[in-house]
């Protein structure tokens, strides 16, 4: 697969010519590129949008076309094109797009990746970052809930499958809406006869829930609410896709896995025009991944409780004082009890050291101020209550592998 970081995510680049379908290509003679993607929902007008960005560079003539008002004529002008950027969600549809040899570029993860190139969302990694952040919240029991429409799809299951393994790993007992995960409990698992909120009601709580979208996880959060269960004291809700108008829906507000589907349309395009220039895409070439940029966290899975008061107390301490230094002793100074016995029951809750905890607390704001603000590193460091900016590139680097530059740089192109 192709590290992206290779190839750049550059808006800088013109060319004046183009060798389209064995003719050289002047201005006079701009590239028709279809593209078919679903308008109605977030994912496509970003990708769209990320399409057009690159088209504009390379003077383009796009046609966008969305799913819900294909006809066979639509389609046909489809693959009249000189290339094509779409979101393949059948097996039918690849068979067409081979037997006609048109420069192609699969966006959609609906069937598994495969026989045409594609850009697509990292589905596991996104699973994988949901288990481990439900699980640093200190959430007993984990829950994958599939939207029903799409359990069979290539990117549900994908992300199901991350987050279980995620959860396995991390040792926390996990359960899959659509079936039991852990054979010793299967009164657990999911009945057409319970309802979703008697379900998870049912769990040693907190529960931590990833609902694979946020419209999905904004269903689950009326379920919840409805059913007199606490967000998020009782259940813990993570959606993914950062759709920030569904978050205007929800409360509390939503905490979301982002990921930048403008990216991926850009790189899409980019990786399309290499097959219109006739260039020879390597096998490791012809399945680019998209990581998710990370965890947007909002209250769904902020500072729920914990069994342990005080060191419920010690979080919510650490999390209020982020923004500047702390030591180990004044967290233990908000609590009733000696240093310790809370050094004991917090990494027993936690499953990780008060001073763990502090520096996870301090380099993840970091990490947000670095992707989201174009603030100096000095007043990152500042701001995360390093006390200076050494200080702050060294712990950074000895937690995160890389420098506070590196990260902001490499998470332009991720």
């Known amino acids: 697969m192709l590290n992206i970081a290779k190839i750049g995510y550059s808006f800088a680049r013109t060319r004046a010519m183009r060798i389209v379908k064995g003719r050289t290509?002047?201005?006079?003679?701009?590239p028709r590129i279809g593209v078919l993607v679903d308008l109605i929902v977030r994912f496509g007008r970003d990708v769209a949008t990320g399409v057009a960005a690159y088209g504009h560079i390379e003077n383009w003539e796009l046609i966008l076309r969305p799913i819900w008002r294909l006809t066979d004529s639509r389609m046909a002008e489809l693959f009249d094109a000189d290339g094509l950027i779409i979101s393949v969600y059948d097996h039918q549809i690849v068979g067409e797009l081979l037997q006609r040899k048109i420069p192609v570029?699969?966006?959609?993860?609906?069937?598994?990746?495969?026989?045409?190139?594609?850009?697509?969302?990292?589905?596991?990694?996104?699973?994988?970052?949901?288990?481990?952040?439900?699980?640093?919240?200190?959430?007993?029991?984990?829950?994958?809930?599939?939207?029903?429409?799409?359990?069979?799809?290539?990117?549900?299951?994908?992300?199901?499958?991350?987050?279980?393994?995620?959860?396995?790993?991390?040792?926390?007992?996990?359960?899959?809406?659509?079936?039991?995960?852990?054979?010793?409990?299967?009164?657990?698992?999911?009945?057409?006869?319970?309802?979703?909120?008697?379900?998870?009601?049912?769990?040693?709580?907190?529960?931590?829930?990833?609902?694979?979208?946020?419209?999905?996880?904004?269903?689950?959060?009326?379920?919840c609410y409805d059913a007199g269960l606490k967000i998020p004291r009782d259940i813990a809700i993570l959606g993914c896709d950062n759709d920030e108008l569904i978050n205007r829906f929800a409360f509390p507000s939503l905490s979301s896995i982002s990921v930048d589907f403008t990216k991926q349309g850009y790189l899409a395009a980019e990786l399309l025009d290499r097959q219109i220039s006739h260039q020879q895409l390597p096998s490791e070439d012809q399945i680019v991944l998209v990581s998710p940029t990370g965890v947007i966290q909002r209250e769904s899975t902020r500072l729920f409780s914990v069994s342990d008061p005080d060191v419920a107390l010690a979080i919510e301490y650490i999390t209020v004082n982020q923004h500047r230094p702390i030591t180990v002793d004044e967290v233990v100074g908000a609590t009733s009890i000696s240093r310790r016995t809370l050094e004991q029951r917090f990494r027993r809750v936690r499953r990780k050291t008060i001073l763990q905890e502090i520096l996870h607390v301090k380099i993840e704001r970091a990490k947000r101020l670095l992707s989201e603000t174009d603030l100096k590193m000095g007043q990152i460091a500042s701001a995360c209550g390093f006390g200076s900016r050494i200080r702050f590139f060294t712990a950074f680097r000895q937690y995160v592998g890389i420098t506070p530059q590196n990260w902001r740089t490499q998470g332009m192109i991720r």
């Not at 290509?25 to 701009?30: D, G, H, I, V, Y």
């Not at 991390?170 to 319970?194: D, I, L």
């Open 105 to 223: 570029v699969n966006i959609a993860s609906i069937i598994a990746p495969g026989h045409i190139p594609s850009v697509l969302i990292d589905h596991h990694k996104i699973g994988e970052i949901a288990a481990l952040h439900l699980v640093d919240a200190g959430v007993k029991t984990l829950v994958v809930d599939l939207p029903p429409g799409d359990v069979n799809t290539y990117w549900a299951r994908a992300r199901s499958d991350a987050f279980i393994a995620a959860a396995h790993q991390a040792k926390v007992p996990v359960y899959s809406r659509t079936g039991s995960e852990n054979n010793s409990a299967p009164s657990r698992a999911r009945s057409s006869q319970v309802s979703r909120a008697r379900w998870l009601a049912q769990m040693p709580r907190p529960v931590g829930v990833f609902a694979c979208n946020d419209q999905h996880a904004l269903e689950i959060m009326n379920e």
């Open 25 to 30: 290509m002047t201005r006079s003679r701009r």
